[in-house]
């Protein structure tokens, strides 16, 4: 699963006992609060208790707040949970202390869904679906953006470089970069010089297009729905896709991959490259089986003859993931020969298979 949203739970401590006491006042400047924020209130109700102070909580159509006031000790918790801008939560976060006029703040930042992880200051723990986790530290966070479609990390870490995480699932990372992009290419070397139709799907940091157009190809296309992640990379790594997003042998189709494959005539293509991942959430509704099945048939419906799919697999240890593919792949190109390629700022072997069209 992605992740599914953020949530920030806070302690404001040494507020004034009479803001705590009144319902009232309180109801009212949380209201205005949370709209100012950005976020929209489908219902509330609050529970005073008698001597003490009250309960409020509110179902928003992201998810929910509370909030709990202790007037005898000053105290006030909140509990904020979204699947939207966890910026939201800070606006709403600091509206209430300008209100409250707490003496000290407590903050805490949780990630939840896959992974689960508490937030720490220069720290990013990446999804997985195995038995462990790995974190990351960074020296500096260059851009952390969400869109419809997904969250956006990119970061600097001094062993590896530029990290790119979508939905906390690490995509790319400059120091081995080019292992990756190489593994993607490395199929597709027959088809050098032959003035070739290719399709990358996804991979909207762009990463491939200068292997993938040093094919010389006749015809590149690209389709990525999500155009966030080729303009962050365009500020903050240009070096990866050496502006070649916009290069006139590139066209660009602002859709997702099944829908480019399945609106493109039968065999039309010479190869397609699939840099979506294992984990294709962010591209479909589908279930993960669903979508594979429904990808490699679309494939090999827009692949001509003999024609070739490349394709990133995920890590070596997510057994499920690699099974999904592989039956989904194996009535459509058969056999599943796959090379694994050791990549440290993964920390695992990571799997890439090319395959040819059967015959139909």
């Not at 806070?10 to 709209?35: I, K, Q, S």
């Not at 699932?169 to 490395?186: F, G, K, T, V």
């Not at 240890?317 to 694994?340: E, K, S, V």
Request: proline fraction near 7%.
């Amino acid at each position: 699963m992605n992740p599914l949203g953020h949530q920030l739970v806070a302690e404001l401590l040494g507020c004034p006992e009479p803001l705590l006491r009144d319902l009232e006042w309180l109801e009212r400047t949380f209201l205005e609060a949370v709209e100012a924020a950005g976020l929209s209130v489908v219902r509330h109700m609050a529970h005073p208790f008698e001597g003490q102070g009250f309960t409020l909580v509110a179902i928003i159509s992201e998810s929910h707040i509370g909030l709990h006031t202790y007037p005898e000790a000053g105290a006030l918790s909140l509990d904020i949970y979204t699947c939207s801008d966890p910026a939201k939560h800070e606006r709403l976060l600091d509206a209430l202390a300008r209100a409250l006029r707490p003496t000290h703040t407590r903050v805490a930042r949780l990630t939840r869904g896959n992974p689960i992880a508490l937030e720490a200051a220069n720290w990013l723990v990446a999804r997985s679906e195995l038995g462990f986790d790995i974190r990351y530290y960074f020296d500096r966070a260059l851009a952390r953006e969400r869109s419809a479609q997904q969250e956006l990390a990119l970061v600097e870490n001094p062993t590896f470089g530029k990290m790119l995480f979508l939905d906390h699932q690490l995509r790319l990372a400059e120091r081995d970069a080019p292992l990756y992009l190489e593994a993607l290419a490395r199929p597709l070397e027959a088809l050098r010089g032959q003035g070739a139709r290719l399709a990358l799907l996804g991979g909207g940091h762009g990463g491939a297009l200068p292997a993938l157009l040093g094919l010389s190809p006749s015809e590149l296309s690209w389709a990525e729905p999500d155009p966030m992640v080729e303009r962050v990379v365009a500020e903050h790594w240009p070096g990866l896709a050496q502006g070649l997003g916009h290069d006139p042998r590139t066209r660009r189709h602002p859709v997702a991959a099944l829908d480019f494959l399945e609106a493109r005539p039968e065999a039309s293509l010479e190869a397609v490259v699939c840099d979506i991942g294992p984990f294709p959430e962010g591209q479909s509704a589908l279930g993960r089986a669903d979508y594979f099945r429904r990808l490699a048939r679309a494939c090999h419906r827009a692949l001509v003859p003999g024609g070739i799919l490349s394709l990133g697999m995920g890590g070596a240890l997510d057994d499920r993931a690699l099974l999904n593919q592989r039956q989904a792949l194996a009535p459509f190109f058969g056999p599943c020969p796959a090379r694994r390629v050791f990549l440290p700022s993964f920390g695992q072997e990571l799997v890439f298979a090319g395959l040819r069209k059967l015959a139909d």
